[in-house]
């Protein structure tokens, strides 16, 4: 599904990136992507839809070699793919209803069927009460479920979460986790990157480490989780 | 693995053929996950989508323009008070241009004023002549003494003129142009009978209504120059609206790039927001200009009649409204354009 060979990436001023990383995620898998910060789990996720460019390597997704796919044809490979970020990135003026609407929107869904697959995507995250709040007035952790109701309302075959926990308390970020959980049940291949080792393993799935940009280790999902 | 590049280069663009590139693009179309066989709805015919997608995006720049109405009313009445100017001037210049055709059309006159020693034949002889030519709609002959009489009958001086030894008075040939005949052509007429041996003068009661002509060709050659101003003005005024607007969403922008619109789709409500500032922009340019001619009625109309005549203002019209909006619309689409040409496919999300 998605297979990194050998994939580097500098950024300019030499900030760090990846360096030679190989690495395959199998279709419906759900991988932990851990490692301090700086040590590439970002790069490595946005290089996935193409937010960034690779320098060196070649990235296959879904059979579909990313560094060569024509400009014109990477917004068509993001509606393919689901992702929440970090800080929400959610349209602040919108109500949540119309930010979990837009994926459905670009790709000209029609507005009965948009309505019924918002409100399924807002029911699955618990948030189906609050469709007419403006994104600043949730809390954290509704902003990022608000952030999923949006990357999986176009049942994307892949999902990445950049640090979905990032400054939840435990509780919360467990219930987070199970949620992406939910989605690999139903066939979408999960990636997700999180600085919090100890929460990742607790789900007993394939984690991958990351260390300066490098594979440090790969952590096979426990059998019988 | 040949076209592996070495590690650390930049990945080269290797060209491919028409069939592997449709085939990505299928490969990412039917890409669903594992328990998704088929979609649960069908996809939209392609030519329902793009009517569906201009439909959106009209929606949302209507949206938008109603989000921040006060911006939006000041840009229709700039770009209205632009479209409003030439137009203006242009029905203006019509209506004169109605007036002095009316009186263009009593047909200019020459007159004649031959040699006195001149003979009736020979004046007939030269009326006959003239009317041979096909530029001259009439020619009538006044003799000397028809027109002593008329002198004598219509002033007072029948004393003075009984006096005279001899008839003073030469005889005259009055030709009416031919309607048809340009200004120019009338006044080189004219010269060529002035040159002829038997006519001492010529007098071509039209000279006045020629300058008028020539004065209203410069101001419609200034028109012309206004007009283009204006609209480059109207063009610049919506772009640089239109490129604010962008400016101040480019937060949206870079969210909705993130999560798959394209270029297209991004820039489609922009420029339906220019199409909407252009076209409610000559609308009010046209009601301006009605206003104005409402206003100019009763004015116009006392001076008409000061005149002993009547004439009433008239507006654009139908056609020329068409144009107006037409024109308009397309302005403000050309300044929306420009604005986001290049700009938005140079956000890219980060």
Same mark, same amino acid.
């Given at each position: 599904?998605?297979?990194f060979e #050998?994939?580097?990436?500098?950024?300019r001023?030499?900030?760090s990136?990846?360096?030679?990383?190989?690495l395959l995620?199998?279709e419906g898998?759900?991988v932990?992507?851990?490692?301090?910060s700086g040590?590439?789990?970002?790069?490595l996720?946005?290089?996935?839809?193409?937010?960034?460019r690779?320098?060196?390597? #070649?990235?296959?997704v879904?059979?579909v070699?990313? $560094?060569?796919?024509p400009?014109?044809?990477?917004?068509?490979?993001?509606?393919r793919?689901?992702?929440t970020?970090?800080?929400?990135?959610?349209?602040?003026?919108r %109500?949540?209803?119309?930010n979990? $609407?837009?994926?459905l929107?670009?790709?000209g869904?029609?507005?009965?069927?948009?309505?019924?697959r918002?409100?399924? $995507?807002?029911?699955?995250?618990?948030?189906?009460?609050k469709?007419r709040?403006?994104?600043p007035?949730?809390?954290?952790?509704?902003?990022?479920?608000?952030?999923?109701?949006?990357?999986v309302v176009?049942?994307?075959?892949?999902?990445?979460?950049d640090?979905? %926990?990032?400054?939840?308390?435990p509780q919360?970020?467990?219930?987070?986790?199970?949620?992406? $959980?939910?989605?690999?049940?139903v066939?979408?291949?999960?990636?997700?990157a999180t600085?919090?080792?100890?929460?990742a393993? %607790?789900?007993g799935r394939?984690?991958?480490e990351?260390?300066?940009?490098e594979?440090?280790?790969d952590?096979p999902?426990?059998?019988?989780? | 693995?040949a076209?592996?590049?070495?590690r650390?280069?930049?990945?080269?663009r290797?060209?491919?053929?028409r069939?592997?590139?449709?085939q /990505?693009?299928? *490969?990412?179309?039917?890409?669903?996950?594992g328990? /998704?066989?088929?979609?649960?709805?069908?996809?939209l015919?392609?030519?329902?989508?793009?009517?569906?997608?201009? *439909?959106?995006?009209?929606?949302?720049? *209507?949206g938008?323009?109603?989000?921040?109405?006060?911006?939006? +009313?000041?840009?229709?009445a700039?770009?209205?008070?632009?479209?409003?100017l030439?137009a203006?001037?242009? @029905?203006?210049?019509?209506n004169?241009?109605?007036?002095t055709? !009316?009186?263009?059309?009593g047909?200019?006159?020459?007159?004649?004023?031959?040699?006195?020693?001149?003979?009736?034949?020979a004046?007939?002889?030269?009326?006959?002549? *003239?009317?041979?030519?096909? /530029?001259?709609a009439?020619?009538?002959?006044i003799?000397?003494?028809e027109?002593?009489a008329?002198l004598?009958?219509?002033?007072?001086m029948?004393?003075?003129?009984a006096?005279?030894?001899?008839?003073p008075?030469?005889?005259?040939?009055?030709l =009416?142009?031919?309607a048809?005949?340009?200004?120019?052509?009338?006044?080189r007429l004219?010269e060529?009978l002035?040159?002829?041996?038997? +006519?001492?003068?010529?007098?071509?009661?039209?000279?006045?209504?020629e300058?008028?002509h020539?004065?209203? =060709?410069l +101001?419609e050659?200034a028109?012309?120059?206004?007009?283009?101003l204006?609209a480059?003005?109207v063009v610049l @005024?919506v772009?640089?609206t239109?490129?604010?607007? @962008?400016e101040?969403?480019?937060e949206e922008i870079?969210?909705?790039k993130?999560?798959?619109?394209?270029? !297209?789709?991004?820039?489609r409500?922009?420029l339906y927001e &220019?199409?909407?500032?252009?076209l409610?922009?000559?609308t009010?340019?046209?009601?301006?200009i009605e206003?104005?001619?409402?206003?100019l009625?009763?004015p116009?109309?006392?001076?008409a009649a000061?005149?002993?005549?009547s004439h =009433?203002?008239?507006?654009? &019209?139908f056609?020329n =409204? @068409?144009?107006?909006?037409l024109?308009a619309?397309?302005? &403000?689409?050309l300044?929306?354009w420009i604005?986001?040409?290049?700009?938005?496919?140079?956000?890219?999300p980060a």
């Amino acid at each position: 599904m998605i297979h990194f060979e #050998r994939v580097s990436k500098r950024y300019r001023g030499g900030r760090s990136g990846l360096h030679g990383l190989s690495l395959l995620i199998g279709e419906g898998e759900l991988v932990f992507i851990t490692g301090h910060s700086g040590a590439g789990k970002s790069t490595l996720l946005r290089l996935i839809p193409r937010l960034e460019r690779l320098s060196g390597g #070649r990235l296959m997704v879904a059979g579909v070699d990313i $560094a060569q796919l024509p400009k014109r044809r990477v917004p068509l490979l993001r509606q393919r793919i689901g992702v929440t970020f970090q800080d929400h990135r959610l349209l602040r003026d919108r %109500t949540v209803l119309d930010n979990v $609407a837009l994926p459905l929107v670009i790709s000209g869904v029609p507005y009965r069927e948009r309505l019924r697959r918002v409100r399924a $995507a807002l029911d699955k995250v618990g948030l189906l009460d609050k469709e007419r709040a403006y994104p600043p007035t949730l809390s954290g952790g509704e902003q990022q479920r608000v952030g999923i109701a949006r990357a999986v309302v176009n049942r994307p075959p892949v999902l990445l979460a950049d640090e979905p %926990t990032g400054n939840l308390d435990p509780q919360l970020s467990a219930e987070i986790m199970q949620l992406f $959980a939910s989605f690999q049940e139903v066939g979408t291949t999960v990636l997700i990157a999180t600085h919090d080792h100890r929460l990742a393993a %607790t789900f007993g799935r394939r984690m991958v480490e990351l260390r300066h940009g490098e594979l440090a280790a790969d952590y096979p999902a426990q059998e019988g989780i | 693995m040949a076209r592996r590049p070495a590690r650390g280069a930049t990945p080269r663009r290797v060209q491919r053929s028409r069939g592997e590139r449709r085939q /990505e693009r299928a *490969l990412l179309q039917r890409w669903r996950r594992g328990s /998704e066989k088929t979609r649960s709805s069908t996809p939209l015919s392609p030519p329902l989508l793009y009517g569906v997608r201009h *439909l959106q995006a009209a929606r949302t720049a *209507l949206g938008r323009l109603a989000s921040s109405l006060v911006h939006s +009313v000041l840009t229709v009445a700039v770009v209205g008070i632009a479209l409003a100017l030439p137009a203006a001037l242009w @029905v203006a210049l019509e209506n004169i241009e109605r007036v002095t055709g !009316g009186w263009q059309e009593g047909a200019p006159q020459i007159s004649l004023f031959l040699e006195r020693d001149l003979s009736d034949g020979a004046v007939m002889n030269l009326a006959a002549q *003239l009317r041979q030519r096909t /530029e001259v709609a009439e020619v009538r002959v006044i003799t000397p003494e028809e027109a002593l009489a008329e002198l004598q009958a219509e002033t007072e001086m029948q004393q003075a003129l009984a006096l005279l030894d001899e008839n003073p008075l030469p005889p005259v040939v009055v030709l =009416t142009v031919a309607a048809q005949l340009e200004p120019t052509a009338v006044a080189r007429l004219a010269e060529g009978l002035a040159g002829q041996a038997q +006519v001492a003068q010529m007098r071509l009661d039209q000279e006045w209504v020629e300058r008028l002509h020539a004065l209203m =060709t410069l +101001v419609e050659r200034a028109l012309l120059a206004i007009a283009l101003l204006l609209a480059v003005a109207v063009v610049l @005024v919506v772009g640089n609206t239109i490129r604010l607007t @962008v400016e101040s969403r480019r937060e949206e922008i870079e969210i909705i790039k993130l999560i798959g619109g394209s270029n !297209g789709f991004v820039r489609r409500p922009f420029l339906y927001e &220019g199409l909407v500032y252009g076209l409610l922009g000559g609308t009010g340019a046209w009601m301006l200009i009605e206003v104005g001619r409402w206003s100019l009625q009763t004015p116009v109309q006392q001076l008409a009649a000061s005149y002993g005549t009547s004439h =009433t203002l008239t507006g654009l &019209g139908f056609e020329n =409204t @068409v144009w107006l909006l037409l024109g308009a619309a397309l302005f &403000g689409l050309l300044g929306a354009w420009i604005a986001v040409a290049r700009h938005i496919a140079a956000i890219e999300p980060a």
